[in-house]
């Protein structure tokens, strides 16, 4: 399952594929603007929609939810995840607060240490 996710994300030149994205989460363009603290802009309009820091913010959402997948159990779940589980290591706020703060290389370390084992 996991796999299928991460092939749909992306478009043929390595961008994230939105209207895939949305299609997985059923989520509007607005919704998954707010979930990634990006602007509705960022995602409706071409050229901002292909910016660095857009296709980076919706890139970390998209790395996010696919490494919860396995425990999650399907991409809906692991979204639900990402935007309602508070993280205890930061202060019971949620991965979608720590994204849209600048933190999700936070998140990610985080996975990486629960998923081998250490401590939340």
Known sequence: ?????????????????????????????????????????????????????????????????????PWAGSVQQAFAWYRSQPLPSFGDVTAEDLVKSGRAEDVKTYLDRIGSGGYA
Do not use: C, P, W, Y
């Open 1 to 69: 399952m996991a796999a299928s996710f991460l092939s749909t994300a992306f478009d043929g030149d390595g961008r994230i594929a939105v209207d895939a994205v949305t299609d997985q989460l059923h989520l509007t363009r607005k919704e998954l603007a707010v979930a990634a603290g990006l602007s509705r802009d960022a995602v409706s309009k071409r050229d901002r929609l292909h910016a660095a820091a857009t296709q980076k913010r919706l890139r970390d959402v998209v790395e996010i939810v696919n490494h919860v997948l």
